[in-house]
């Protein structure tokens, strides 16, 4: 966690930065906005800012929006002025910290942005094969592509990959290729001269060189433009990079970690992946099984998250009952350790009584967990189901294909409360065609569910 802090230092933010520390954050300071936007610019990278609020929020970050520069904003300030946190958050910081700060405030904020506190547990045989074949090839430089369903863990495991290699004491830069728009990506990535592009006033320093003899983690890779693979191979293969406007090449040592969750050799028959890029990424393919898949899994992962949304939440780690943890292995699991960690979050704070009973576990939309297996009782609600599943296929009759696909996309995005790689994932299409798919019906005047939210928007974001 790369932590950087903007304003004068006092007591008070003084303090905040020791208790970031002692949180494992790496802190670096500097006094003003522009000096802020200067050091990432050059490639000093930050995962998080925290800044004055005293200072233009606002500009700082449209300043580093004008350069491509997407880090999160945090605002602090030492006399707790109601006016000025709020004018901080209207203009783009995501959350205000008082000071002095208490050290459980500071330790959320920090692993809510940085999102690193996952250790690699499992249990089950075949997640340890999985973990022994990455603990043989983890100090090796050999480029390594991480496979599985969404949500099965591979950032935890290009983590636990970087962590236990040579380069561990070197920067672990994650880039997710599906969430940053093709224009931006390429500067994302290779960094940018001066006069590029509009709004490139000075040289900015991109991820590839950012990760400098470190580890570069290309999430979601599938959804890479066919004009930036090929660039990405040149990389890969002659260790150099080009910035946007440069004239020159730039050498770069890193290591290169990539994942899917889509068949990559699929998208290479179909013309939307390149094969020679397959093949330099693919040197050892580590794939991720479901978690319907190591069950044995399920009970550990449930109480690593039980212990860690307590004390987030400065509430008492309840033991996990019996039924509940045999409700807990019966689920199938469709969002893997993702779906599990956001029930177990919720458990932690629906809880009552002395243990986490399987009332407190429940599904995104709020329904109960139900175990696998059907009682007598659930005879009529089983043909309730089938009479509904009839009658919504009949409404069907008579309505264009068009129509019908659209319901479908937008009834799957609602039920994943707008996250649109889980959606994409269950409707098995790419998140660059769900992404033209919810532009086009933005353009026809739809409401669409903003992303992990169920907040109608007017575009797909």
């Known amino acids: 966690m790369r932590l950087l802090v903007v304003g004068k230092i006092n007591g008070q933010l003084a303090s905040a930065v020791k208790m970031a520390m002692a949180h494992g954050a790496k802190v670096q300071h500097v006094e003003r906005a522009d000096q802020a936007t200067e050091q990432l610019r050059r490639g000093q990278g930050a995962d998080l800012l925290m800044v004055d609020y005293n200072l233009d929020i ?11 520069i997407f880090v999160p904003v945090v605002a602090c300030g030492v006399d707790n002025d109601a006016d000025k946190a709020a004018a901080a958050i ?12 208490e050290a459980d405030l500071i330790a959320a904020v920090l692993s809510a942005v940085a999102d690193d506190d996952r250790p690699m547990i499992s249990a089950d045989p075949s997640m340890k094969a999985v ?17 599985g369903e969404s949500g099965v863990g591979k950032e935890v495991m290009a983590r636990y990959l970087h962590t236990h290699s040579r380069r561990a004491d070197r920067p672990f830069i994650s880039v997710n290729c599906a969430a940053i728009p093709d224009n931006l990506l390429e500067s ?23 990760a400098e003899g470190g580890t570069l983690l290309l999430d979601e890779i599938s959804e890479m433009d066919a004009r930036l693979q090929a660039k990405l191979l040149r990389a890969i293969q002659e260790r150099v990079i080009d910035r946007v406007g440069g004239s020159r090449p730039v050498p770069v040592n890193i290591r290169i970690i990539a994942t899917s969750n889509r068949d990559l050799a699929r998208a290479v028959s179909e013309g ?10 693919n040197v050892v393919n580590l794939r991720l099984p479901s978690l319907r898949e190591r069950p044995g899994d399920i009970a550990v992962l449930a109480d690593h998250f039980v212990r860690k949304y307590a004390a987030a939440n400065g509430v008492q780690a309840r033991p996990i009952s019996a039924s509940a943890r045999q409700a807990l292995t019966a689920h199938r699991w469709p969002g893997n350790v993702r779906e599990l960690e956001n029930a177990m979050h919720r458990a932690v704070l629906l809880a009552v009584g002395p243990e986490i009973d399987v009332e407190a576990i429940r599904l995104p939309d709020g329904q109960p967990l139900s175990g696998s297996g059907m009682s007598g009782g659930d005879t009529g609600l089983a043909a309730r189901a089938a009479q509904t599943a009839d009658a919504m296929s009949r409404a069907f009759v008579g309505q264009t294909v ?7 996309i937008l009834d799957t995005l609602n039920h994943c409360l707008g996250n649109r790689t889980h959606a994409a994932n269950i409707l098995g299409i790419s998140i660059r065609t769900l992404r033209n798919k919810l532009n086009e019906y933005a353009d026809e005047g739809t409401a669409i569910p903003a992303p ?10």
């Open 58 to 68: 606002a500009a700082l970050i449209a300043a580093n929006e004008a350069e491509r």
């Open 90 to 101: 209207r203009a783009g910081a995501k959350e205000f910290i008082p000071l002095p700060p």
């Open 131 to 147: 973990t022994q074949l990455a603990d043989q090839v983890a100090r090796s430089d050999a480029s390594i592509l991480i496979t």
């Open 188 to 210: 994302e990535l290779f960094g940018h001269e001066k006069g590029a592009f509009t709004g490139a006033v000075a040289r900015r320093i991109g991820k590839f060189e950012e």
């Open 272 to 281: 939307t992946f390149r094969e020679d890029l397959l093949y330099r990424l």
């Open 402 to 408: 068009a129509a019908m696909e659209k319901t479908l």
């Open 452 to 461: 992990q939210s169920g907040v109608a928007s007017g575009h797909a974001a």
